[in-house]
């Protein structure tokens, strides 16, 4: 038994060794940044206030909304797109944030109203003692207007997103959405019908929000004002796309060095391990949806 237990202590050590050394390593190099391809343009360029003008500032290119017990922020581009990247710089606000939304999302529910799509980042605020929640998620045609047919990946980040400002982009083009940040792809949603993929035109939006009754653990915690403002900040805004009416030979940023649209094996690998690490839901894989209305999973 003591000369079993030799071998068994060293390869135990060398397993605690090997998970060490590769949580040391960290995330792979994309190898691309998608969002150095398209030029930065101030609020002012791309964007207007849309809701909440009173909990909205703008200092030296930097937006910042808040939300109070009286109100929270929105704002939405000046015209919308057919496809392209889209992209902001945001920091959270840390400590009690629960039941708050911070949001960064395409939609064209104003034009299509009980029938729209929409592509999302959305920040779940939190407790204290956890951390935030970025959710990813696609509608289509309605599937968000009482028929929530959501298509929801949750993670957690490998960074405190209050620290300082990161990156994050929507990358839309007719074949995919490819979800980043700081230009590592987190998520890749393929066209694989006409029925599971938006391809009617939506503007860019940004809100903050209170969404208490599902946004923190389904609900369990609410906002609590005694906590207020609630703040997000915004800068380094990406809109490059195809407008809605613009010319038809108009082609939206590639993901990719090669310029194929696809990503590259380095981006594939980094987006792998973001999913291996930090996926914390996947819609396809809960047992209690009904997986009939998702036929892409």
């Known amino acids: 038994m003591a000369w079993c237990s030799v071998p068994f202590l060293f390869y135990l050590l060398l397993g605690f060794s090997m998970i060490s050394l590769s949580n040391a390593q960290g995330l ?15 609020f002012n360029q791309g964007f207007r206030n849309q809701w909440g ?11 910042t909304i ?4 009286s109100s929270g922020s929105g704002f939405k581009s000046l015209q919308p797109y057919q496809s392209g990247y889209f992209g902001a710089a945001v920091k959270l606000q840390p400590g ?20 729209h799509d929409e592509i999302d980042i959305e920040f779940l605020g939190t407790t204290p003692d956890k951390p935030y929640t970025l ?9 968000g207007d009482g028929n929530l047919i959501g298509r929801e990946h949750k993670f957690h980040l490998w960074f405190d997103p209050t620290q300082d400002y990161h990156n994050y982009g929507i990358l839309w083009t007719p074949a995919e959405i490819i979800f980043f940040v ?12 006409e029925a599971t993929f938006p391809t009617r035109p939506m503007w860019v939006y940004g809100s903050i929000w209170d969404a208490s009754s599902w946004a923190t653990e389904n609900g369990r915690y609410k906002a609590d004002y005694s906590y207020q403002p609630f703040v997000g900040k915004y800068t380094n805004f990406k809109l490059g796309g195809c407008t809605a009416n613009g010319p038809a030979s108009c082609r939206p940023p590639t993901a990719s060095p090669s310029g194929s649209g696809s990503l590259s094996q380095q981006q594939v690998m980094a987006m792998n391990w ?12 809960d047992p ?4 009939t209305q998702t036929p892409e999973c």
Not at 31 to 36: C, E, V
Not at 66 to 69: F, I, N, P, R, S
Not at 135 to 143: A, F, L, M
């Open 53 to 63: 003008p009173q909990h909205q500032r703008l200092d030296q290119g930097s937006l």
């Open 135 to 143: 959710q990813t998620n696609v509608y289509i045609r309605g599937s």
């Open 274 to 285: 973001v999913q291996r690490n930090y996926l914390v839901y996947n819609y396809c894989h």
């Open 182 to 193: 700081d230009d590592v792809p987190i998520r890749r949603y393929q066209r694989k019908s």
């Open 28 to 42: 792979p190099s994309p190898g691309y940044s998608p969002s150095s391809r398209v030029t930065s343009v101030t």
């Open 66 to 69: 808040w939300l109070d017990k």
């Open 288 to 291: 209690k949806r009904d997986h």
């Open 96 to 115: 009690y944030t629960a039941g708050v939304i911070t949001s960064f999302y395409l939609s064209n529910s104003e034009d299509h109203p009980g029938n």
